[in-house]
């Protein structure tokens, strides 16, 4: 991560013959820092000289009120500062853990002339919270830092498309950030397990951590009751779905596909009428296809090339396909699997349905180029 100094020397500067002010102020934060800890951390220096990240960041907020326009006077009650303090915090702490010096783009972070409205991929509500970070695919690197927790308002998170962030999903995130409702980080070098504590976010609707190196089972309490898409697809997770994804009745797609899944299919997932998607390919499930799948009526994709699920698919998915009215033509199937039962080695679902004009059967998956079915599974065919 390269290093950045924005301790004591650099932005007192700003402060001119005010220093003492200055030092008040940056001993007020720093008490508060030490206070929202609990406790003071064995390699945290309170010298002014000190170019810790976490002085930085203290000594960065203090330059952020005097962008805002606060005079030392206004400081009797540090209230200015304290509406800087924890969020403003968390978000430099952003900046100066993960590499912010090397961000492709890093328009207004750390300007002598622009506050935190400015600072690219934040989003702030009027009152002043924090609502979004968004900062994909800009060279992000290292682990997401703790003092994320601080951002509790915040309801969006995107840091996919950064292949050097790395470690597992700060504990706070699921534990106190609770007004979450958008988790997208994939495509990184995120790892570790998923924990039952995801059932403190109830406003989750959607959560994609495609593309990283996760592992461990999924665990139950991650289907909140409002989420929409997950998509777990292209990690390393094993074990069973758990029935409780039931939980999650307004689910319209589900992306599981390039992990190692066992077992059976639970059939609790009957209960999830909104589902559009479903793709379970490249796993390791056992047993026939479940005939359920066929009576899903919201079901439009289905994957199962080399889920590991042998037999035919039920000649029922392609039949009695309720069509609203005021859709012309009728609703389209997509269905990926192979074609022979064992062909190549591999144990495969086949399908019965390949003339029913209500569906569209992609056949033989393994004789088309990857972007041949990738653009089938756009609906870009």
Known sequence: VPELCLCYNSTALL???????????????????????????????????????????????????????????????HEELLALFPEGYAILMFYLKMGGLDWRIQDGWLSRDTSLHDYYGIDIFFLGAITA????????????????KFLNALKKLDLSGNPDLVGNLPDEMTTVMTNLNEITISSTGLEGTL?????NLEHL??????????TGSIPDGLFSRKLRLLDLSVNQFSGTIPPSISNSNRLQQIQL????LSGTLPESLEGLVDLDELNLGVNRFEGEVPPFLAYMDSLNFLSLMDSGFHGVVPEAYCENIPTPPFLSPP???????????????????????????????????????????????????
């Open 15 to 77: 402060w001119e013959n005010e220093w003492t002010a200055y030092d008040r102020d940056l001993f007020f934060l720093k008490g508060e820092y030490l206070r929202s800890l609990g406790g003071l951390p064995d390699d945290f220096d309170l010298v002014p000289e000190d170019c810790s990240p976490e002085n930085q960041a203290l000594t960065q907020i203090l330059m952020l009120s005097r962008i805002e326009g606060l005079a030392p006077d206004d400081h009797e009650t």
């Open 133 to 148: 970070v968004e900062l994909p695919d800009n060279n992000l690197v290292g682990s997401i830092p703790s003092e994320i």
């Open 195 to 199: 924990h039952d504590t995801f059932q």
């Open 205 to 214: 609707d959607s959560l994609d951590l495609h593309g990283n190196q996760l």
């Open 257 to 260: 596909q390039a992990n190692q």
């Open 331 to 381: 609703r389209i199937r997509r269905l990926i699997v192979r074609c022979f039962e064992g062909g190549g080695g591999v144990v495969a679902p086949t399908c019965s349905c390949c003339d029913n004009p209500l569906a569209v059967v992609l056949l033989c998956a393994e004789a088309f180029p990857p972007q041949i079915v990738q653009r089938f599974v756009d609906n870009d065919l």
